[in-house]
């Protein structure tokens, strides 16, 4: 299949959010599958359930893909999440080691957040009509002036910068990869592929639900994308986003 996320580029100096972008031109103005836009910076970056995104002017990677999944029924939109996560995780394992993808699709190096991911879908009847991916990701930045979490770059891993233009290349490349699989139909890879990359599946380690803090293991996830925690003395819990906590 010809590789197509990514054969348009929009290049912005600076706007509120890609995400926001995308979603205002895309329909008006028509965009093909697979367009991308991308900025130096953004004023008002979007994360996940109205958190900010914090990123320096020139720094990092900061961007938005339109795709149009129509193939894809709403049940299974998390496999949107999973092509994405593990697209990004592949491109920074390129780099660096210990990389994984923390449920849904945070993207971890060992215990620090480099990179997340905001997926914003729009449904038409039962099935996906579009998906602007916004994908943030820490490059060069080397100082957190945020109350995120323990943010991480690749510059502070490597101690040298790293070139946004090759670093975007393969990151459109391993999207066009994995978005032809799931376009395939290559599901149980996937699946497989992201549990794979999970972060702490099969270890022991600390939660906190609406229940309290347990101890359990993390098994991968289910269909539509729940969280499946085995507790050590209780039955398998499952989560949907934000209704547990990893503890550190
Ligand atoms: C998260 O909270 O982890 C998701 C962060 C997503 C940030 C990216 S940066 C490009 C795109 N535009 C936004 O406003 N947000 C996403």
Not at 86 to 109: F, G, H, M, Q, R
Not at 210 to 215: D, E, P, Q, S
Request: charged share 20%; hydrophobic share 40%.
């Amino acid at each position: 299949m010809a590789e197509f996320i990514g054969n348009t580029i929009i290049k912005l100096a600076q706007v509120d959010s890609t995400n926001n972008y995308a979603t205002a031109h895309m329909t008006i103005n028509n965009w093909s599958e697979g367009t991308v836009v991308i900025t130096e910076e953004q004023f008002k970056g979007r994360g996940q359930i109205n958190n900010s995104w914090e990123s320096e002017a020139g720094k990092n990677i900061l961007l938005s893909i339109v795709l149009q999944p129509e193939f894809l029924p709403v049940q299974h939109q998390f496999l949107i999440s999973k092509v994405v996560a593990i697209s990004v995780w592949e491109t920074l394992s390129l780099l660096v080691n210990c990389v994984a993808i923390k449920w849904p699709n945070d993207i971890y190096v060992d215990q620090q957040k480099i990179a997340g991911i905001l997926i914003e879908n729009a449904i038409m009847g039962s099935t996906l009509f579009s998906s602007v991916v916004g994908i943030g990701l820490n490059v060069n930045q080397l100082i957190f002036k945020s109350d995120a979490p323990n943010p991480v770059s690749l510059a502070q891993l490597l101690k040298v910068e790293t070139d946004r233009d090759q670093l975007l290349s393969k990151l459109l490349e391993f999207m066009n990869k994995w978005y032809s699989k799931l376009k395939n139909g290559s599901i149980d890879e996937i699946n497989r592929t992201y549990e794979n990359y999970l972060f702490r599946k099969g270890e022991e380690a600390d939660y906190k639900d609406a229940t309290g803090i347990y101890r359990g293991v993390v098994l991968g996830v289910n269909e539509i994308g729940q969280l499946l925690i085995q507790p050590l003395n209780d039955e398998v819990r499952s989560y949907h986003f934000k209704e547990v906590e990893f503890l550190f």
